[in-house]
Every structure is written in C-alpha cells, then in structure tokens.
C-alpha cells in the first residue's frame, strides 16, 4: 500500500536526521527528571495521604502529571517534526516528482501524517514505559493509564495534522513551524479566553474548541465519545485542508 510505503520512507528520513534521536533524548531525559521529582514528591507526602479518606492513587498523583507536562512539551517539540513535511519537498524541488507519481494527493498527505504519527507514538510508547516500571511495587489504574495514553495520542495527531497543513502552505519550514506553534498556542488557552467572555454560548464554543479541555477530561479517566469525536474530526479536517491544498500545487504544474 502506496500510504505505508511513504509512512515508511518519512520514519527512516526522520531517524537518519540527527534532530530525531536529539529530540528523543532530550524529551526522555526531561520527562524522565519530571517523572523522578513527581514521584519523590509523591512519597515524601505520604504521611499526608494516608490520613486522607479518598487519597489520589500514585496513576493520578504521579503517572498523569507527566502525561500533562509531556503533552505541553511537546506542543512545542511537534512543529520542529513536521515543518519540513512539505515545505521541504517544495524546496528541493522533489515535490514535483511526488505529483509525477503514479500516486494521489491523499496518500502523500496520508503517508507523511502517519510517519510523523509513528514517531510520535514511539516517543509516548518510551514515555509510558517510566510509569509501567511501577507496576512491580505497586497497583496501577490501568484503566486511567489507558485513557491518558489514548488523549496524549489524540492530540499529538492533531498536532500532527495542524503541522503538517502549515507546511503546505509555505516553502519556508521555519515559517511553517512558528505558524503551527502560533496556532497551537492559541488552541491550548482558548479554554482561557473563553472563561473570560460573559456570553455563556461563546464561552461555551470556546471552551469546546480548547485541545486542552478534552485532554483534561480523558486525564481524569472520563472516556467521553465526544472528546474522541473532537480530535477525530480535528485530525480529519487539517488533513483534508492539506490535501486540497497540495492538489492546487499539483494543477499549478
């Protein structure tokens, strides 16, 4: 299949670029320090906890917190990945060869997203190592682990997908990755600017259209098929974005 053939081909660009395995290390020995200090802090207040009659277990003490400071970190890590999706290509000029090819715009834009999904997977995979070393101590809520694994996945797809439309909008990967950080900011303290607006129904739109909010909730354990329908359509709308944009470039040769 044509789409995993170009998966394929975007993993093993990214891991023969030195910035792959930097900003592996990097993450892992940041999350890593993170997850350490949240779980030295965590025993030091046990004392504390076990007076308390509903004490919050060590997946929502330690384990979620990691997740929600991985999720802000790499906010800021996903525009360096994807920047030279296709903005690359269109500086190279091997663009014009991916249009030659016997293939469409929605297994390019399809191949691209989801070698960049793969790698980002991998990175919460190894980060959702650090909380299962855990599990030979003491009991995990797996069931909150899953939840919290499954919206960090969700919103690195979106992060994926809003990079990877910014890219085609410009030959400059740079431009492209301040754009998509600009625009990921802005979705992340929407949820700010709207408690701010005393019109409920825009607050309300506004809060609803905050990536962070339905983190939130898939961080507490809550499986709401909203939440999931939100990234969903998210990720399917910047991908259809990219596709009909890159089919312009394509009419323009």
Known sequence: MMILTLAQREIRSLFYSPL????????QFILAYLFLAQLQEYISLQPQLRMMAEAP????????????SASFILMMVVPLLTMRLISEERRSKTLTLLFSAPISMTEIILGKFFGILIFLVIMIGML??????LSVGVT??????????????????????VGLYMSTLTIQPTVAAISTFGILLLLWIIDWAGSKVADEN?????????????FE????????SSDIMYYLLF????????????????LQH
């Open 202 to 214: 825009a607050s309300g739109a506004l809060a609803y259209l905050s990536i962070l909010r339905h």
């Open 20 to 27: 792959a395995w930097s900003i592996l290390a990097v993450m």
């Open 57 to 68: 277990g060590v997946t929502g003490a330690v384990i979620v917190p990691i997740f929600s």
């Open 140 to 161: 995990l809520d797996y069931g909150l682990l899953f939840t919290v694994v499954l919206g960090l996945i969700l919103m690195m797809g979106t992060f994926a997908a």
């Open 217 to 224: 909730s898939l961080s507490k354990g809550v499986f709401n």
């Open 128 to 133: 959702t190592l650090m909380p299962l070393s």
């Open 235 to 250: 990720i399917i709308t910047f991908l259809v974005l990219s596709i009909r944009r890159l089919d312009v470039d394509r």
